[in-house]
């Protein structure tokens, strides 16, 4: 059955400034309650006008994004798909489309950790309600989590699930997508030294004149403020992954939104893993990870992949650095300096 794709939304959406430099300043703006996170837009303008309305094309396009993906709405192109897929291949949005070919890569590099299909599955959980799946939900439910049940043909651009039950759910790589569009945003519309960040996924252009930004990762097992680390970064992107975010404890068991495809129960390996890369829809679909394989194989995974940097905090609060964030190798060699 065709799937009548959802008005094709570009991340850069066109709009006119009138540039007219009266001071220069930092802008930020709040927001909550898109994709169930917090949202955070910063940068550097001359023209407050023109910087508010970039803002809110940014915005714009993360609600878009909620629309289209999030499987708490039924009317969403994901629902959609998951109701209607495993009757026969179902054409897609591109842009969904593409997700799901970067989503099924991370599978592949992840030796299977990171699966969007967890959801058929994950969607018996409900931490809020703290309501779980007993053993034998659980058992009938798995044969249906493998990221190989998604079938997708660039060709007619359509997705197809192999059988019944399959659900996908993007909860672990749409924030950062987000977050890679909010910046294409930003780019289109000229800036050039700017933070974004939906939840635990952000990415940054540019630095602070000279400075990096500095980007905080929480100490699991304290309040929000408290840091392990603090990261400086400049063009570059950061997620953190915890199983803080979204949890019950249950009879000294604590029961957390990242599932371990191979067996539907809570992957419970790491406290936190935090990844940097150069875009956040790779660290994103890069966090989850961790807390699958534990921090001794993710860490072998991540220490294999060129273009990313890895932090992870162990069951027993030690926390464990990849290759390339250790001293001496990181550095890179002295430039030219201009006096
Ligand atoms: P946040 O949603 O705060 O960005 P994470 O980046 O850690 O948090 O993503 C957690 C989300 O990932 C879960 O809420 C769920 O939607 C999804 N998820 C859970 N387990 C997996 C998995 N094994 N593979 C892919 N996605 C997962
Ligand atoms: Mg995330």
Redesign the pocket.
Known sequence: MKFKALATFACISAFATAAFPAHAEWITRVTDGIMG?RITVELWTEDKASAEAAIDAVLDGMRHIDESMSTYKPTSEVSQVNARAADGPMMISKELFNLLIKAKEYSVITDG????T?ASV?YLYNFPKHVRPNEMQIAKALPAVDYRHVILDPKSQTVQFTQKGVRI?L???A?GYSVDCGIDVLKAHGFTRAYVSA???SRIIGDRFGKPWMVGIRDPRKGEGELIASVPLVDAAI?T??DY??FFDEGGVRYH?????RTGHS?SKVRSATIIGPYATRT?GL??TAF?LGPEKAMEIYNRIDDIDAIIVKLDGTVIYSKGMQRGKATPPPGPSPQ
Do not use: C, L, Q
């Open positions: 996170t950790a990171f699966d969007i967890y994950g759910d909860g672990g790589i924030k939840g635990g996924d997620s992954s915890g975010e979204r939104h990242i599932i371990d495809p992957a994103d966090s989850k699958v």
